[in-house]
């Protein structure tokens, strides 16, 4: 059972993003002064009483002028009411009703969803009346006077809502998998969302920055549901500058933080860049299991050897993310679309993955007795006494040693290799973490181990 939305229309500059992130209890929607700043659908979760909802902000309304994205915009937000149970309709209540208000009025007049005018930018309680007054006009019934900044009246203006909102009970426990969309600006990401969808769900343009929030959309595929997270473009740090896409970008880090799995997707003309090596290494960081997806695979001129020779470019560019599945397809026309999924199930899958400590010691003493820890300088050999998982997502793993300054990287990376071969992890980073441990409290810890079993 889906959740009933809500959509906030209105023109531009009016609150809506403000208003959305009120209800919402949380500031998500991209709040900027300045036109035009939000473009596709953002859906986040409310509640009032007890009516579980989801608000679903969209672009400025502008009729009668068709330059560079109001197109785009007016088919998001006409797509928003097709679907919700009822429409706040945002005014600004500071500027006063003008002729936009009056076009929107109109068109919202012919809709089958209910409309709620919500007076915005009423701060003054005292005054917020005489605000709202002139915009019984409209011909929508009572107009609310709210602050979105300030949550002023916006409790009235819930009160009268929830009479529209059927009630939602027994929702089922979510099994969904958080994915996140990231890349270089241009590289096919709202392209790739929208094939998965089957819609025009994210505005697609050659003009870079067009995606600005971090977009929400759910699909399901056998029984499982995906939420995709599409996001902004990532330019360098130097390109960037304080504004809207400083914003998005923000955004973007916050979706690889909430996911569960992240596809990286890179443009296959372009090849890897520094760029795409540093989006590699921030998922890593955070711990994210990965999909490296190469996008735009139709446009690149193929012999039998080209496959084989773009993946050892990957080795070479992205080998600290060598775990991941590598994915060829083309966002236009749907090449392997599908097989992304099969990929992000099965990481998801690993990233949560247990296992028991017997099996982990088991990898450990195979992968000594073919190469034993090195010695120091001061002829003082390290020894690795046991191992145990301790978290995961990512999967974590604590490697208790007599000092675990004499282990050099390379071994380090020996032993991670031995997990991954011995063990799969296919799909997400691993940790190691060694802890040096005095032998009187590693047989302590055996002895205790020992009763417990």
């Not at 089957?198 to 343009?205: K, L, T």
């Not at 001129?301 to 397809?329: A, C, G, I, P």
């Not at 982990?360 to 300088?377: D, F, K, M, Q």
Request: aromatic content about 8%.
């Amino acid at each position: 059972m889906k959740l009933p939305i809500v959509a906030i229309i209105g023109r531009p500059n009016v609150g809506k993003s403000t208003l959305v992130n009120r209800l919402a209890g949380e500031q998500t929607a991209i709040v900027y002064d300045e036109p035009g700043v939000t473009r596709d659908r953002t859906y986040l979760p409310s509640y009032w009483r007890d009516r579980d909802f989801l608000v679903v902000d969209t672009g400025g309304l502008v009729f009668n002028d068709d330059s560079e994205f109001l197109p785009h915009i007016r088919e998001q937000a006409i797509a928003a009411l097709s679907e919700a149970c009822a429409a706040i309709f945002v005014v600004d209540g500071r500027t006063g009703l003008i002729s936009a208000d009056e076009e929107i009025a109109e068109f919202l007049r012919h809709q089958k969803v209910p409309v709620l005018v919500a007076v915005n930018k009423c701060e003054s309680p005292e005054q917020g009346l005489a605000q709202a007054a002139e915009f019984w006009s409209l011909g929508l019934g009572q107009p609310y006077p709210i602050s979105a900044i300030h949550g002023s009246g916006t409790g009235e203006l819930l009160d009268a809502l929830v009479e529209h909102i059927p009630l939602v009970v027994d929702m089922p426990e979510s099994n969904e998998i958080r994915v996140a969309i990231v890349g270089r600006p241009n590289v096919g990401k709202s392209s790739l969302l929208n094939t998965f969808v089957g819609e025009n769900r994210a505005i697609v343009s050659p003009i870079s920055g067009t995606t600005r929030d971090a977009i929400d959309t759910f699909i399901e595929r056998d029984g499982q549901t995906f939420r995709l997270i599409d996001t902004a473009g990532i330019r360098k740090k130097k390109h960037i500058d304080y504004g809207t896409e400083f914003f998005s970008i923000n955004r973007a880090f916050k979706a690889i933080r909430r996911a569960d799995v992240v596809l990286l997707v890179i443009d296959a003309l372009d090849g890897v860049t520094e760029q795409d090596q540093k989006l590699a290494g921030r998922i890593i960081d955070e711990g994210k299991a990965c999909v490296v997806v190469v996008n735009k695979w139709d446009a690149v001129e193929k012999d039998s050897y080209t496959v084989y020779d773009y993946q050892k470019v990957l080795q070479q560019r992205l080998h600290f993310t060598e775990w991941s599945e590598t994915v060829f397809v083309s966002a236009v026309t749907g090449q392997r679309v599908e097989k992304i999924l099969e990929f992000v199930v099965q990481a998801a899958q690993e990233h949560k993955r247990r296992v028991s400590t017997s099996v982990i010691n088991e990898v450990l003493e195979e992968a000594i007795s073919w190469h034993s820890a090195p010695v120091s300088r001061s002829g003082k050999q390290g020894k690795i006494y046991y191992g145990t998982q301790v978290a995961i997502a990512p999967p974590t793993i604590a490697l208790f040693v007599n000092d675990a300054k004499r282990f050099s990287d390379n071994y380090r990376r020996y032993i991670e290799r031995q997990f991954r071969q011995q063990l799969g992890f296919k799909g997400t980073p691993i940790r190691l973490l060694w802890r040096s441990k005095k032998v009187r409290e590693v047989e302590g810890a055996t002895i205790n181990r020992a009763t417990r079993v």
